[in-house]
């Protein structure tokens, strides 16, 4: 399957502790794009890499929130010290030159006890 | 601030129906519209729309832009329970962020 994958599938955390969430996108894509949707929201976007140079961060996303693309492919989203309004499902995108049109992956839902 | 609004929130609707879906945006820059679908995990891309009143057709699916009005609407013909999902708009306003609204649920009753 050469589409958007994302790891793990499902997390569940207690308050406090950190998670870290990967995201391969399409191999040829050079944009990546992490959102954060709940329940009854479209998705909210939370930042965008251009290979591994982060572009763009919404200020959404607290100093808790880091995420990184090393080498500009695999990009990761840590959260430290979660809480539980960060109990969400967090899409990851990606997409190829200047179009418009982002592949989304399956998603990591977090749960945050 | 750049924002985007569907109507209605939800619908029920039966097989066979027609349905239209609106989308209302107030975004500083605009370079496209987008319509996905999202089923039960990831939205999947439906049509990217750029001008005004150039209908874009995938099957029983429609959409049209009127850049002047600032809205857009997706149109369902002869509905089918497959077509059951959350429909979202975005718009793309060329500064690498894309602005969603919060969907439209549809359901389509057998």
């Known amino acids: 399957d050469t589409g958007v994958s994302q790891n793990p599938r499902h997390k569940i955390t207690k308050r406090g502790q950190n998670v870290t969430f990967r995201c391969d996108p399409i191999s040829e894509h050079n944009r990546l794009y992490w959102y954060r949707q709940t329940l009854g929201q479209g998705p909210e976007f939370l930042t965008y890499?251009?290979?591994?140079?982060?572009?763009?961060k919404s200020r959404l996303l607290s100093d808790r929130f880091s995420a990184e693309r090393p080498k500009g492919s695999f990009s990761t989203l840590e959260i430290q010290r979660t809480e539980q309004g960060d109990s969400a499902m967090y899409l990851c995108a990606s997409s190829f030159g200047g179009r418009a049109e982002q592949f989304f992956g399956p998603g990591t839902r977090l749960t945050v006890l | 601030e750049d924002k985007v609004v569907q109507s209605p929130l939800s619908l029920v609707v039966h097989e066979g129906d027609t349905v239209t879906l609106n989308c209302s945006y107030e975004v500083t820059n605009f370079r496209s519209l987008l319509w996905y679908k999202q089923e039960k995990k990831a939205p999947t891309f439906l049509f990217m729309l750029t001008s005004s009143g150039i209908e874009k057709k995938s099957g029983r699916l429609s959409s049209i832009l009127d850049k002047k009005e600032l809205f857009s609407i997706l149109n369902i013909t002869a509905t089918q329970t497959g077509d059951s999902a959350i429909y979202l708009c975005a718009v793309d306003s060329g500064g690498f962020k894309t602005i969603f609204g919060a969907g439209t649920r549809l359901f389509v009753k057998a």
């Open positions: 890499f251009q290979n591994e140079a982060q572009l763009e």
